[in-house]
């Protein structure tokens, strides 16, 4: 049970490049979203997904894309990368639950993004 | 949408003393609060979690209080040791959208000193 995955690690890019962050997990989990961290502003959430098949757009969206073709892959998409998406980003995923309460929420180890 | 306002952004103790945390949350639907610790260069790993059902929480010598009515919550740890030196992260999760959303709060940077 590896739990969050995501890769890779660290990227460089440069300004106009695209590339895809990958996420993967194996709890079986529901929903699965994809937050960015940069300092002073804590965890902002970009687009999440509610099972397969289904996304929406989170606080920062623009920018990104997602799908979710199956329930254990998030990919996230950078179309036309700019300096401003320089940050460390973080994929999440939770069981939905059996009552309206939420459910904890597990991070992957993050991916330092660096755009130059 | 979900606004959550945490305070201080940095708080330095010694060690075996107290140190509290405060957040307060704009959306009163707002039913499920967590609190993450974040280690340098690691990822955010929840430390305990409230219900918007209960006023209280204990787990060991970490405890998590919520005001509903005020709308806020706050973290307590009691007798700090310096491995609880980290950021700490406050959370709601509102009930528009649909999912598991979860709002954070910018951090508390946790310095426990000897």
């Known amino acids: 049970n590896a739990g969050v995955t995501q890769t890779p690690k660290f990227q460089v890019l440069k300004t106009g490049q695209s590339m895809t962050l990958q996420c993967a997990q194996d709890m079986n989990h529901e929903y699965m979203s994809w937050y960015r961290q940069d300092p002073g502003m804590g965890l902002r959430l970009i687009h999440y997904?509610?099972?397969?098949?289904?996304?929406d757009q989170g606080e920062v969206p623009n920018g990104y894309n997602v799908s979710r073709s199956t329930t254990e892959d998030f990919p996230l998409r950078l179309l036309s990368a700019a300096p401003s998406q320089t940050s460390v980003y973080f994929c999440?995923?939770?069981?939905?639950?059996?009552?309206?309460?939420?459910?904890?929420?597990?991070f992957g180890e993050g991916s330092w993004l660096t755009v130059v | 949408g979900e606004n959550v306002e945490q305070h201080p952004s940095t708080l330095s103790v010694q060690e075996g003393d107290s140190a509290v945390i405060k957040c307060t949350y704009s959306d009163s639907a707002s039913n499920y609060f967590p609190w993450y610790k974040q280690e340098l260069g690691k990822r955010p790993q929840l430390i305990i979690d409230?219900?918007?059902?209960?006023g209280e929480k204990k787990d060991q010598r970490i405890a998590v209080t919520l005001n509903k009515t005020a709308k806020h919550f706050s973290l307590h740890i009691t007798e700090t040791q310096p491995e609880d030196s980290a950021v700490y992260f406050c959370?709601?999760?509102?009930?528009?959208?649909?999912?598991?959303?979860?709002?954070f709060g910018t951090g508390t940077q946790l310095k426990v000193e000897l």
């Open positions: 409230i219900r918007s059902n209960v």
């Open positions: 997904s509610v099972g397969a098949g289904i996304t």
């Open positions: 999440a995923s939770s069981a939905t639950g059996t009552d309206n309460f939420g459910n904890t929420i597990y």
């Open positions: 959370a709601a999760r509102g009930l528009t959208g649909g999912g598991n959303k979860l709002t």
